[in-house]
């Protein structure tokens, strides 16, 4: 069922860590826009996905939308346990095409089908702009539809009434104009329960050559309330690093729904993987994925792996820190975090 946000009251969208009962992602299948595009093999794309399948699923369930020209290659190469579901798609952003789960005390789940436009119109997305919709009603959950252009890769939450996202992609004129931060506020928190909008600048000048405009989960993410992982850079010379700090100086002014400032944990880029000759990587250990029991962090088999598994040890204690290997998924612009997305149980737990 598709309702309007202008219905929608007492439901939150919970933090990642919250019990999963399952996550959700797109398999790839778009042969001519990984290998014009980005310029690797979709054969080599699928093998870094069903990494990242097959280690979640030793967590939790994969519900794994296929596109049914695809569905060879996703049996061949993901395990027994992940649901396949046949469904057209253009893209395998899940993050961002996906629906974003909320909750509600008494009534349970339900989802949000942003209004999406691919990045402001950089990519076909006649089937994706509808793929959120189509995932909620195979579950039989409620659908929140709302005008704003959004893609959950832009907004990280803490379960705590704060968002965290940027301007450089909400304020966007490919996405939203004419909207103003306090439009975009009341939206966030009438449908996701959020009480503190926190805006960073993002990636304004385009610096970073991604199709997403400067999406939070390059940025940073939520530990727990109050503590962040941020991306951060040893090169203080490039223009990047100017990136970095301008975002870093807006998370030491702000302070999150309950007043609290921000403790930030840095995780360095994995700069020695960077692919020189490609036209956008991932090289962001921020994108890594919150799942039951795990992080499913993106490694790139180099040194610089370690430290940052290291560091989302001290951060999430007690969950097991997984490595998975993304050098080519990385050419599309993207990590784990940009192509999961969480289900979460319900009742609501952790």
């Known amino acids: 069922m598709l309702r309007n946000d202008n219905q929608h009251n007492g439901w939150s969208m919970p933090a990642e860590w919250a019990v999963h009962a399952a996550t959700w992602m797109v398999w790839p299948h778009n042969q001519a826009l990984w290998e014009s595009g ?17 280690a979640i699923a030793r967590f939790e369930p994969v519900k794994l939308v296929v596109d049914p020209a695809a569905l060879e290659s996703a049996r061949a190469l993901c395990g027994a346990n992940v649901e396949l579901i046949p469904l057209a798609v253009n893209d395998s952003w899940c993050r961002d095409s996906g629906p974003s789960f909320i909750a509600h005390p008494q009534q349970g789940l339900a989802g949000v089908s942003w209004r ?19 995932v909620l009603n195979s579950l039989d959950l409620e659908c929140f539809g709302t005008p704003l252009a959004n893609e959950g890769g ?22 939203n104009p004419g909207l103003c931060k306090a439009e975009i506020e009341e939206i966030f928190s009438r449908l996701l329960g959020v009480k503190k909008t926190i805006w960073l600048p993002g990636d304004p000048d385009h610096v970073t050559g991604d199709m997403t405009d400067g999406h939070v989960d390059g940025i940073c993410a939520f530990a727990r309330p109050g503590v962040l992982l ?28 309950r ?51 290291e560091v989302l040890a001290l951060a999430f204690p007690g969950r097991e820190v997984v490595p998975v290997r993304i050098n080519h998924l990385a050419h599309g612009g993207g990590g784990v975090h940009c192509i999961t997305q969480q289900q979460p149980a319900w009742p609501v737990k952790g």
């Open 230 to 257: 941020v991306d951060a850079t040893r090169d203080s010379d490039s223009v990047y690093a100017e990136v970095v700090r301008e975002n870093r100086r807006a998370l030491q002014l702000a302070r999150d729904a």
């Open 38 to 54: 980005w310029g690797v093999t979709l054969a080599q794309v699928q093998e870094d996905f069903a990494r990242v399948v097959n």
């Open 259 to 309: 007043g609290r400032s921000f403790e930030m944990l840095e995780l360095f880029e994995a700069s020695e993987a960077v692919d020189t000759q490609a036209e956008v990587f991932c090289a962001s250990y921020t994108n890594f994925y919150i799942v039951n029991g795990a992080i499913i962090m993106p490694a790139y088999g180099i040194a610089a792996d370690r430290e940052a598994a």
């Open 116 to 134: 999406f436009n691919a990045w402001g119109g950089k990519s076909a997305h006649d089937l994706d702009e509808s793929l959120a919709r189509r």
């Open 154 to 175: 832009a907004i990280h939450v803490d379960g705590d009434g704060t968002l965290i996202t940027t301007e450089s992609v909400l304020l966007n004129p490919n996405r």
